[in-house]
């Protein structure tokens, strides 16, 4: 019969042999270094391959952090360079109604006449007129025949006026027609509209007449509705056919009638001094 109860190692013995076995290391402890390196060298791969999976995810985690970052701050630059593009436009575009308003107000207006700016509310969009809508009208003194000028010459009349806005008969309106006058010789013609905005005509000029390319044209005061003196257009062709009767003459408007924004309308020579009303140009 086999005993149930096995008797082991006695705890004496465990603990010499565990004695000897550390005595035996520490001696041989010196001579285990290169095989201890041999079998780190060994196991750095293995080492490698178990950190590699916690190294991916900690990259992973820290370039999709910094990817949400450039993004928010690409973001915020693209918000601020809209601000700032914005404010650019807004600038240029005061910067640009400040230079016109001080050219209409350099405009070649006669002494002693008053004289009042007026914006363009609204172009004409009938083919077979050219005119635009002004932002005053009887309330403000525009009466109906009433010169109209830019910066640089004649643009029209008042055709039709309400009290609060005013329709302006463009220069180029081939029902226009306005008395002018040659500033190099004082030869007086007709210059009429041809429904071209850049070009306008002179009718029934005789061959014999002394016009050229190049000369001026200005309002010769004949009736009585465009004051003296004002720029109108400049001659860019003469054309002296034998078959025709009369010699072909275009010109070319000095008003920029294709992107007149604001105007000057002129009074008759009733005051003492120069009134300029309704914009004040800031030097």
């Known amino acids: 019969m086999k005993p149930i109860f096995v008797r082991g190692i006695s705890p004496q013995t465990r603990l010499l042999v565990a004695v000897v076995l550390s005595i035996i290391l520490i001696v041989a402890n010196p001579y285990l270094v290169p095989f201890r390196a041999a079998l780190s060298g060994l196991l750095t791969p293995f080492q490698y391959l178990a950190s590699l999976p916690n190294l991916v995810l900690n990259y992973s985690v820290e370039a999709l952090a910094t990817r949400e970052m450039l993004q928010k701050q690409n973001q915020q630059l693209l918000d601020q360079q809209l601000l ?91 029902t226009h027609a306005i008395p002018v006058r040659v500033t190099r010789n004082d030869v007086r013609m007709v210059v009429n509209g041809t429904g071209e905005l850049d070009q306008l005509e002179l009718k029934f000029v005789a061959k014999s007449t002394d016009v050229r390319v190049g000369d001026l044209l200005v309002t010769s005061g004949l009736g009585h509705r465009f004051p003296e003196g004002y720029p109108v257009a400049r001659v860019v062709s003469v054309n002296k056919d034998d078959g025709q009767k009369y010699a072909q003459v275009t010109a070319e408007p000095l008003a920029a009638l294709d992107r007149i924004r604001y105007v000057l309308l002129i009074w008759p020579n009733d005051d003492k001094s120069t009134q300029v009303d309704s914009k004040e140009v800031t030097p």
């Open 84 to 174: 700032m593009s914005e404010r650019l436009q807004r600038f240029e575009h005061l910067r640009q109604e400040n230079q016109r308003l001080r050219t209409l107000l350099k405009s070649p207006v006669r002494m002693n006449t008053r004289m009042k700016v007026a914006e363009v509310i609204e172009v004409a969009n009938d083919p077979a007129h050219e005119y635009v809508v002004l932002n005053q009208g009887q309330d403000d003194g525009v009466f109906v025949g009433q010169p109209v000028i830019d910066g640089q010459g004649v643009v029209g009349q008042v055709v039709q006026a309400s009290p609060y806005t005013s329709r302006v008969l463009l220069l180029s309106d081939s």
